[in-house]
């Protein structure tokens, strides 16, 4: 079992910045494809950005250029900085983790692929 815990969301003027962390627990954290989802409401969760073990990223066209994914292996945590920030960044961010090992690339863009999840964090643009 595999415990996720998300930080450092927060409230953001539009063009802001902010980091949020996910810590994991488990040895195998570097074998993990990880990825970032976000759920505004009314909306479907998206994924934002994904990482594999091998820190191979992709990122969805509409953050593109403006969030980073990271991963630091040896403290088992998973970062994404996201920078000029927009009203339409709103959403509770999820970290998700996806034990299955398909190579250093692999990382999935499909939630049902991801096996465990944190709580989430609020995110909140204000314009």
């Known amino acids: 079992q595999v415990q996720l815990e998300e930080s450092g969301g927060g409230l953001v003027q539009a063009g802001g910045s902010l980091r949020l962390s996910c810590a994991a627990s488990?040895?195998?954290?570097?074998?993990?494809?990880m990825g970032w989802f976000r759920q505004a409401p009314g909306k479907e969760r998206e994924l934002v950005a994904a990482?594999?073990?091998?820190?191979?990223?992709y990122y969805a066209d509409s953050v593109k250029g403006r969030f980073t994914i990271s991963r630091d292996n040896a403290r088992s945590t998973v970062y994404l900085q996201m920078n000029s920030l927009k009203p339409e960044d709103t959403a509770v961010y999820y970290c998700?983790?996806?034990?299955?090992?398909?190579?250093?690339?692999?990382?999935?863009?499909?939630?049902?692929?991801?096996?465990?999840w944190g709580q989430g964090t609020q995110v909140t643009v204000s314009s």
């Open positions: 990482i594999s073990s091998g820190s191979s990223s």
């Open positions: 998700a983790a996806d034990e299955s090992y398909w190579g250093s690339y692999y990382y999935s863009r499909s939630a049902y692929d991801y096996d465990f």
């Open positions: 488990g040895r195998t954290f570097g074998r993990y494809a």
